[in-house]
Every structure is written in structure tokens, then in C-alpha cells.
């Protein structure tokens, strides 16, 4: 009896398996015919055909550039190598010791001027040498207005360090201002509401628990309480003597004073011309100052750019506009990484964008939060880039595809406007009403403790959990990675990127779980590791896209490169590029360090 059910399961598992495996013989025998069919049709019987490969172009049809061109090769290497020094390595040293107001920063700054003008020398010899393949490019222009625009901060720099205008760490006019106020009699009862206030602002450096540091709902105390500022030169006595120990240094040869720099007839003349700016000017000129330590990097990176651009010979005439709305979409991309790995790192921790809790602040003032920031970041990129991918096609009429790109510029644009009313202090208060309205509706009732302690708002209130951001880039990695391409190495190229910014999504998410579940209580940053993955997920997924334009996939394909080495190679520069950053940003941390102890011993004799 047994035998016989046994082999009846196996003659229905059989059975089973027969007809399982029908459609995928159907499916074979269908490819092997249209393979056959196609092959007939194209003359193409190899094996590579088969495989799905893309055909390579005829290497005549393809223009002649600076990449392959053979002369004066070792001309072009040195000006891209002395130019990535310059720009990526020397540069942002420079800007650090500069926002640290570092007694170092004008010979940082001599020292990239002098390494950009030898790069620049060397382009100069190779274009005289060269046939000029690339006509009207944009990168010998914003080179130029780059390179002014340094030495135009340079130049500032200078004057103002003669005529004492940048202390190690003064703010605009600052040291003017000391300077007048020196002559000015100070009374005892002053004196001592000075120091009272600044015991004050010492001994309360961290918020009460019922303040969420983000300033985003009406009866948070960062909203109506006057705290620490964060500014170099304000720290605790406690953390000034621990500094003092660990940087007090003999270099104090090394230190820029005005009372000698006064010394020479070119400083006299410098300081008697720049007597005669007005402080308004001064303010001024100190604003440009500073826009440019945060805005020269991002012109330094678009530069690099268009030098790649140049060499490889990519957007010419009508292709400008898809190369446009790639490189500038994975330009935001690779940005919003590296926002996201210094607000890891513990920059913009004054604002509580560090995921911490925002250090109480002098004045009142409305700060956007991180997530505010983020979404109008998305409604921008939404809004500026709605079109581009239409204006590159060569037809005038919509096709699938343009609709598909202007969906997903319209899911930034709303994401981005939702993001943003979702961080409006209004809109939250405004949400709350019907509980709000409930809970007056008996003003005589006696509450009780715990019906009292249920009329405080939630602790997740504290902080700012905002998922859309996350959101909208997850729906962008999904849909990118499932996106038709007219070449396999292309949608192999959309595959990788969409699937790294999703991965960066699904990070961010974890970040907003952890933080749901245990807010953060700290004004020192709290460093989620998961943010890590999300900025690695953005910086690469961002360069990848770059590269995901029609003529970068035409010359990946013309050069016999394919979409693994791209890829990888992309893994490995983002590594260290990651690692370049937080040195940076400890290397900037150490100059403020530094100077906030020089402040403390050499500033108040400077003005004498």
C-alpha cells in the first residue's frame, strides 16, 4: 500500500516539474528563433551579437579630442595633475584655515596662487601647441573668472590684514570697533554687568530638557531663550585652560600684527588708503569675503568639470542640454553627500543640523532646520531642470520619455514644497488645533499630574523627523534603475546609480528610526553611522549619473570601457574622497582651536 502512494508523489512531483519547465523551453526555443531571425537579418552570427552587447561605432565617425590626441601628452598630464593639487588638496586647506580666521591663511593662499598660476602657465603651452578641438568650450573661461575671483579674495585678505581689519578672530570691523573703544571710559557698574553676563552665559551652557534645539514647534524654549553662541574666542575658562595647554606654541614669530605690518611705507600706504572705507564698505567687502570661502569649492568642482568636459570633447551643439541636466542633477547629488557627511562630522552643529541639540543662541532668530534645507534643495533641483531633458532631444514634440523625466521633475517640485510646509512651525501649529481647541475647552477644570503631563507635546516633537526628502530620492533610485536606455551599457550605468541612492534612502530611514526612538539630548553631535552609508550612497550614486548622459555613454563605448570599471573606479575615489573630508574638517577644527588660544593671549595686546 505504501510503494504505491510513494510512487503516485512522485509521478504528480513530476508532473509538476514537466510542466514548470514549459515556458521556460518555450521561452528558450523563442529566443533562439529571434536570436536566429535577427541574425539573418544583420549579418551578425558571433557570439557577442548574441550576448546583448552594444555595437561599437565606426571609430572615424567618432571626433578627434584632447583625450586621445597624441602630442604634448606629458604637457596635458602635468596640467591636470598640478591643477587637481591646486584645486582638491590646496584650496580647501585654504578655506579651512580661512573660516578659522588662522594666522596661516595668507600663506595657504599664496601657495594655491602660486601652484594655479604654474597649471595655468602649462594649459596656456599646451593650447599654443595644440589644434583647439573644442572651440568656445566653457572651461578656459570660468577658469579665468575662477582664478580672479581668488586672487580677488587674496588681494582682500591682504589689505585687510595690514589695515587690522581680520583679526585671528574678529568679524567684520571688529577690530576697528576694539580700537575706538579703547579710548572710550568704562563705568564700574558696567564692568560689572559685563561679567555678570558672561558668568551667565558660562555657567548654562546646555538647554533644558523640555527644548528640542530645533526651533520647530511654538513652546520649544530654542525659540524664546537667549544661549551660548558657538562663535571661536566664546568658549568656557574651563575649555580655554585645557586648549591653552595642548596648543600654546613658540611660533609666535609666525603672527601677523598690525602694529607691525605698520612698520614698512607699503603697509603705511595700504592702511592710509583703506582709512579712508567707510565701515559700511569694510562690511561689505568682508560679506564677499566670506561668500566666497563657501561658494569656491563649488566653483573649483563645477570648473574641474568642464575641464573633463573639454578633454573628452562631451555636449557639443544640440547634446549641451542633456549633458546639462545630468552633470548638474549629479552635481546637486554629489553635494547633498558631502552635506550629509560634514553635518556627520559635526559641522552646522550651531544649527542643530549635526543631529544634536541646538546650543542656545544669543539672538532669536528663525533657523532653518537640516530637513527645510533639504527640501528646498529637492524643489529647486525640480524646478530648474523640469525642461532640459525635452530641450535635448532633437525632435520638438513630447515623447514617453520627455513625459517620464518632466514626472519626475514634478515629484521633486511637490516633494520639495511638501518637505518644506511639513518644517513650517505655522503649518505644525496650525495641525494641532483640533487638540489644542479640545483641551481649552475647560478652563476651569483642576488638572491632575498626569493629566497634565499628557498636555506636554511628545518628546519626538523635539527634534525634526522628516521623511520625504528620503523619500523622493528612493522613488528616483527605483524608477532610474528600471529606466529603458537605447544602449545595454547605459541602462546598466542608470541600474547602478538608481540603486545607490536608493540604498542612501534606505539609510536615511534608518537614521529618522533610530532618532524616532531615542531623540537626541546632547548639543555635541550624535553621529548616527547609518548617515555614513547615506552620504557614501549620494556622493557615488551622484557621480555615477553624471556619467549616465548620452555622450559619456557614447565614449565609455568608443574606448572600450565598460560599466563595472566605471563603477568601481568611482567606489575607490569616493573612499578617499570621504576621508579627504573629515581630515578637513578635523584640520579646520584644530585652527580654530589654535586661534581661540592665540585670541586669548596675544589679541588684547594688538590694540595698545
Known amino acids: 500500500m505504501m510503494p504505491s502512494i510513494t510512487r503516485k508523489i512522485f509521478r504528480s512531483l513530476a508532473l509538476l516539474a514537466v510542466v514548470g519547465a514549459l515556458p521556460l523551453v518555450l521561452a528558450h526555443g523563442d529566443e533562439d528563433a529571434m536570436d536566429m531571425g535577427n541574425n539573418e537579418d544583420m549579418g551578425m552570427g558571433d557570439h557577442g551579437a548574441m550576448a546583448g552587447e552594444d555595437p561599437k561605432p565606426d571609430a572615424d565617425s567618432y571626433p578627434p579630442t584632447y583625450f586621445a590626441h597624441p602630442e604634448h601628452v606629458t604637457a596635458i598630464y602635468a596640467h591636470i595633475g598640478i591643477m587637481v593639487i591646486g584645486w582638491v588638496f590646496m584650496l580647501p586647506t585654504a578655506v579651512m584655515l580661512s573660516i578659522a580666521r588662522s594666522r596661516?591663511?595668507?600663506?595657504?593662499?599664496?601657495?594655491?596662487?602660486?601652484?594655479?598660476?604654474?597649471?595655468?602657465?602649462?594649459?596656456?603651452?599646451?593650447?599654443?601647441?595644440?589644434?583647439?578641438?573644442?572651440?568656445?568650450?566653457?572651461?578656459?573661461?570660468?577658469?579665468?573668472?575662477?582664478?580672479?575671483?581668488?586672487?580677488?579674495?587674496?588681494?582682500?585678505?591682504?589689505?585687510?590684514?595690514?589695515?587690522?581689519?581680520?583679526?585671528?578672530?574678529?568679524?567684520?570691523?571688529?577690530?576697528?570697533?576694539?580700537?575706538?573703544?579703547?579710548?572710550?571710559?568704562?563705568?564700574?557698574?558696567?564692568?560689572?554687568?559685563?561679567?555678570?553676563?558672561?558668568?551667565?552665559?558660562?555657567?548654562?551652557?546646555?538647554?533644558?530638557?523640555?527644548?528640542?534645539?530645533?526651533g520647530t514647534e511654538r513652546n520649544t524654549e530654542s525659540l524664546r531663550s537667549a544661549s551660548l553662541s558657538t562663535m571661536v574666542g566664546q568658549e568656557s575658562p574651563i575649555e580655554l585652560s585645557d586648549r591653552r595647554r595642548h596648543y600654546e606654541d613658540d611660533d609666535d614669530d609666525l603672527d601677523i600684527k598690525p602694529t607691525e605690518l605698520r612698520s614698512t611705507s607699503a603697509s603705511q600706504s595700504i592702511a592710509k588708503?583703506?582709512?579712508?572705507?567707510?565701515?559700511?564698505?569694510?562690511?561689505?567687502?568682508?560679506?564677499?569675503?566670506?561668500?566666497?570661502?563657501?561658494?569656491?569649492?563649488?566653483?573649483?568642482?563645477?570648473?574641474?568639470?568642464?575641464?573633463?568636459?573639454?578633454?573628452?570633447?562631451?555636449f557639443e551643439g544640440h547634446e549641451v542640454f542633456s549633458g546639462l541636466a545630468h552633470w548638474i542633477k549629479g552635481g546637486i547629488f554629489f553635494w547633498y553627500g558631502i552635506l550629509t557627511l560634514g553635518r556627520w562630522s559635526g559641522s552646522f552643529g550651531e544649527l542643530g543640523w549635526a543631529w544634536n541639540v541646538r546650543p542656545k543662541q544669543r539672538s532669536q532668530k528663525w533657523r532653518p532646520s537640516a530637513e527645510f534645507v533639504e527640501g528646498a534643495l529637492i524643489f529647486t533641483y525640480g524646478s530648474t531642470n523640469i525642461f532640459l531633458e525635452h530641450l535635448g532631444s532633437t525632435d520638438s514634440k513630447f515623447s514617453s520619455q520627455d513625459l517620464e523625466h518632466v514626472s519626475i521633475t514634478v515629484l521633486f517640485i511637490g516633494g520639495g514644497l511638501l518637505s518644506m510646509l511639513i518644517e513650517s512651525t505655522r503649518i505644525r501649529d496650525l495641525l494641532n488645533t483640533t487638540t489644542t481647541e479640545a483641551s481649552l475647552s475647560h478652563p476651569?477644570?483642576?488638572?491632575?499630574?498626569?493629566?497634565?503631563?499628557?498636555?506636554?507635546?511628545?518628546?519626538?516633537?523635539?527634534?525634526?523627523?522628516?521623511?520625504?526628502?528620503?523619500?523622493?530620492?528612493?522613488?528616483?533610485?527605483?524608477?532610474?534603475?528600471?529606466?529603458?536606455?537605447?544602449?545595454?551599457?547605459?541602462?546598466?550605468?542608470?541600474?547602478?546609480?538608481?540603486?545607490?541612492?536608493?540604498?542612501?534612502?534606505?539609510?536615511?530611514?534608518?537614521?529618522?528610526?533610530?532618532?524616532?526612538?531615542?531623540?537626541?539630548?546632547?548639543?555635541?553631535?550624535?553621529?548616527?553611522?547609518?548617515?555614513?552609508?547615506?552620504?557614501?550612497?549620494?556622493?557615488?550614486?551622484?557621480?555615477?549619473?553624471?556619467?549616465?548622459?548620452?555622450?559619456?555613454?557614447?565614449?565609455?563605448?568608443?574606448?572600450?570601457?565598460?560599466?563595472?570599471?566605471?563603477?568601481?573606479?568611482?567606489?575607490?575615489l569616493v573612499g578617499l574622497l570621504m576621508a579627504w573630508v573629515v581630515l578637513l574638517l578635523a584640520f579646520k577644527g584644530w585652527a580654530v582651536r589654535k586661534e581661540s588660544n592665540r585670541t586669548q593671549t596675544w589679541k588684547p595686546r594688538s590694540w595698545q
Open 104 to 214: 596661516y591663511t595668507l600663506a595657504a593662499q599664496f601657495l594655491f596662487l602660486l601652484t594655479n598660476a604654474i597649471g595655468v602657465l602649462v594649459g596656456i603651452v599646451y593650447n599654443a601647441n595644440t589644434p583647439d578641438l573644442y572651440p568656445n568650450n566653457a572651461h578656459h573661461k570660468l577658469g579665468w573668472l575662477v582664478t580672479w575671483v581668488v586672487g580677488a579674495q587674496v588681494l582682500v585678505g591682504l589689505v585687510g590684514r595690514v589695515a587690522g581689519m581680520m583679526g585671528t578672530s574678529s568679524n567684520q570691523g571688529r577690530g576697528k570697533e576694539a580700537e575706538e573703544q579703547s579710548f572710550i571710559p568704562v563705568s564700574t557698574e558696567a564692568m560689572a554687568e559685563h561679567h555678570r553676563m558672561h558668568q551667565d552665559m558660562f555657567s548654562s551652557q546646555y538647554r533644558e530638557s523640555n527644548d528640542s534645539g530645533q
Open 273 to 314: 588708503i583703506t582709512s579712508k572705507i567707510s565701515g559700511k564698505a569694510w562690511k561689505i567687502i568682508m560679506v564677499g569675503y566670506e561668500l566666497v570661502d563657501r561658494t569656491i569649492l563649488i566653483l573649483g568642482y563645477v570648473t574641474l568639470c568642464t575641464g573633463l568636459i573639454t578633454y573628452a570633447r562631451f
Open 444 to 572: 476651569s477644570h483642576i488638572y491632575s499630574d498626569e493629566e497634565r503631563a499628557a498636555l506636554e507635546p511628545p518628546r519626538q516633537y523635539e527634534f525634526s523627523i522628516n521623511p520625504i526628502p528620503a523619500l523622493v530620492i528612493l522613488l528616483l533610485g527605483i524608477m532610474m534603475s528600471s529606466h529603458k536606455q537605447q544602449t545595454m551599457i547605459s541602462t546598466m550605468v542608470h541600474k547602478q546609480w538608481g540603486n545607490l541612492l536608493a540604498g542612501a534612502s534606505f539609510a536615511r530611514g534608518f537614521t529618522y528610526v533610530l532618532l524616532y526612538l531615542k531623540p537626541p539630548r546632547s548639543v555635541m553631535p550624535s553621529r548616527p553611522p547609518t548617515e555614513l552609508l547615506t552620504a557614501f550612497g549620494l556622493i557615488s550614486g551622484g557621480t555615477i549619473f553624471m556619467a549616465s548622459s548620452g555622450d559619456t555613454i557614447q565614449g565609455m563605448i568608443h574606448y572600450d570601457l565598460d560599466a563595472m570599471f566605471f563603477y568601481t573606479v568611482t567606489m575607490g
